[in-house]
């Protein structure tokens, strides 16, 4: 801990002038406990920023996790609860082990009675592939259910995906960005690869493609009678939803998360919450809080960080908890800054001498701009006490200002609350949205400096009442 | 859940069409044009040529042309991520090997940066908005900044 503190220290000087911020709130300024906020309520899922289902040995930090209810459509019997499951704000939809499973949902079918399937792909050329089935999805300790798809008949259930160790059908080449070859861990269908029981994919759009899927056929969702695979064109009420957009409260509008700051060298894990709704309870109002629309491709329209400009879609910067750091710029553009990168197994992490504090701007649809602060601290020193959160972990976004941006992972959410609105539900900020208060980091770094060490309380009030 | 999809299922051909491959030659381009079923537009730049192909789905792709007649970059921008084995050709053998020396922790969440001494392979974003490039260094035509694929 002697390199984390002294790094603690370093931002903590540097940011005093914020003291005063700890809107976060922290369970303890030694950052050798699990931190905590609290809120509560019927629409209060807890979540936990950590190592996830694998534990330490897994090697993957910061990840957020939670529970999930997943039932029979109309049964509230016939069910499993899940749990590490993933919260992603980059990605929608609910995507489970089947492994995970032991109830047995209804498929999607077609007329002819052929299993729908999906092909989900990501950046880092893993995929999921399985089929599509539906259920009642319900959060633990909460009073949340998605019952059915709006519109739909009633306790019909929400189209889920169910990712199969064992598929029903084998995999298309088109689903494969790169060849599945033996040692290459592509894909996302197992709990050692996944890192967890599933993904809870609460981003800003209500189904994972939308009327593309349903009016030109992609290579997204395929049915596959005797294994050859045909791409259908799949109504929107049929694709997997986001399920906190079929909620049948009305709560329905999109998430918040709430996370603890945490000290400077990072802390064994972080329990917050997710709280359904935005503005629809006492424990989930937006305040003052400025409101990005993001542009049609989920990003902010541009980000200005160290006098580079990151514009959409080329350069498309965003907000995903299911990002593990802050992915932003690369460490050549960043040497004036004192970045470096790491070396070893830790290439593409940036390892700096000292804590470095910077700030982004970035840009909403609706022609509305803010600051975004966030430190970096050496990656090998803050992943050396084994710890499980932190919010000052970072790396390369790309090699070149030609490929470069700003992904705001999992440390963005340390010490904030964030707001991820739905498009659709509401009519100033059609794209869907974000929002976010709370300073993050310097928050907390500011807090351990003006408390030398002594463990700050919880918020006197819930998180998000304004 | 007996009931009909009401799913309308359109036949298409999963066989894979034909990229042109970083590394290849150019003259495969306009069959790229016919299987993404989208435009083609052509731009002469200093000391290389631009191909960009714009599918109907909004997708881009954007082959960087030598003088020579190689292609020594691609980049794309997309709603879904590219075929990779039909836009790297032969060469995304040089992310295999890479890949499968990295450990759990290098492998992450997040981009995926690639830097052999003969490719520089970058991918990143989410669903709806990736984004990309590669280009072979030594392909680079004298005097053309790599930057330049994007």
Request: hydrophobic content about 40%; aromatic content about 8%.
């Amino acid at each position: 801990m002697t390199a984390g503190r002294g790094s603690r220290v370093a931002v903590a000087l540097a940011a005093m002038v914020l003291a005063g911020c700890n809107e976060g709130g922290s369970g303890s300024g030694s950052g050798s406990t699990t931190t905590t906020v609290s809120a509560s309520g019927t629409n209060v899922a807890a979540v936990t920023a950590g190592f996830g289902a694998l534990g330490p040995s897994g090697g993957y930090a910061n990840g957020i996790w939670t529970s999930v209810i997943v039932c029979v459509p109309g049964s509230t019997t016939e069910c499993d609860t899940i749990p590490d499951v993933l919260v992603d704000t980059g990605s929608v939809g609910l995507r489970v082990l089947s492994s995970a499973l032991t109830v047995s949902l209804p498929g999607v079918t077609d007329s002819s009675g052929n299993v729908l399937q999906e092909c989900i792909q990501f950046a880092d050329l893993s995929y999921m592939w399985g089929p599509v089935a539906t259920a009642r999805i319900g959060f633990t300790g909460t009073g949340e259910t998605a019952l059915q798809v709006p519109g739909q008949a009633a306790n019909s259930g929400v189209p889920i995906q169910i990712i199969a160790a064992s598929p029903s059908a084998t995999v298309p080449s088109s689903c494969l960005a790169a060849p599945a070859t033996p040692g290459m861990t592509v894909d996302r269908n197992t709990l050692e690869s996944l890192g967890g029981n599933g993904i809870l994919g609460v981003g800003t759009i209500p189904q994972d493609c939308g009327e593309a899927c349903a009016t030109a056929s992609y290579y997204q969702y395929y049915i596959c009678p005797n294994n050859e695979c045909s791409v259908p064109n799949v109504p929107v009420a049929r694709q997997v939803w986001n399920p906190v957009a079929a909620l049948s409260s009305s709560d329905n509008n999109g998430v918040l998360i709430t996370l603890p700051a945490v000290a400077a060298g990072g802390a064994p894990s972080a329990v917050g919450s997710l709280i359904f709704g935005i503005g629809t309870q006492s424990n989930n109002g937006i305040g003052a809080a400025q409101v990005y629309e993001t542009d049609g491709y989920g990003n902010f329209p541009k980000v200005v960080l160290n006098g580079a400009t990151y514009a959409s879609p080329n350069n498309g910067s965003y907000i995903d908890s299911g990002s593990t750091d802050i992915f932003f710029s690369d460490a050549h553009s960043l040497a004036s800054t004192g970045i470096v990168e790491c070396s070893g197994n830790l290439a593409g992490y940036y390892c700096p001498a000292s804590v470095i504090p910077f700030t982004a701007t970035v840009f909403g649809a609706n022609n509305v701009s803010g600051p975004v602060q966030f430190n970096i601290a050496n990656a090998l020193s803050l992943f050396s006490p084994g710890y499980g959160a932190f919010n000052d972990v970072g790396g390369d976004s790309g090699t070149g200002p030609s490929t470069d941006d700003v992904d705001l992972g999992l440390p963005f959410f340390l010490g904030r609350s964030v707001y991820v609105g739905i498009a659709g539900s509401n009519a100033t900020y059609p794209n869907g949205y974000w929002a976010f208060q709370g300073a993050g980091a310097a928050s907390s770094t500011a807090a351990v400096s003006t408390e030398t060490g002594i463990a700050i309380g919880p918020p006197k009030t819930p998180v998000g009442v304004r | 859940m007996k009931t009909a999809l009401g799913m309308l299922p359109i036949l298409v051909l999963l066989a894979a069409p034909t990229w042109a491959a970083l590394g290849e030659y150019e003259s495969s381009v306009s069959v790229d044009r016919q299987s993404l079923r989208g435009t083609d537009r052509e731009e002469a730049r200093e000391g290389y040529r631009l191909h960009e192909i714009a599918a109907a789905d909004g997708s881009v792709i954007r082959e960087f042309v030598s003088p020579a007649g190689l292609v020594f970059g691609v980049a794309w921008q997309a709603a879904r991520m590219p075929n990779l084995q039909q836009l790297l050709g032969s060469n995304i053998t040089e992310l295999q090997v890479n890949l499968q020396s990295r450990t759990p922790r290098a492998a992450g969440r997040g981009p995926l940066i690639v830097q052999t001494p003969k490719m520089v392979f970058v991918s990143g974003g989410h669903l709806r908005s990736f984004h990309g490039y590669a280009y072979l260094r030594g392909m680079v035509p004298a005097g053309v900044n790599p930057e330049v694929v994007q």
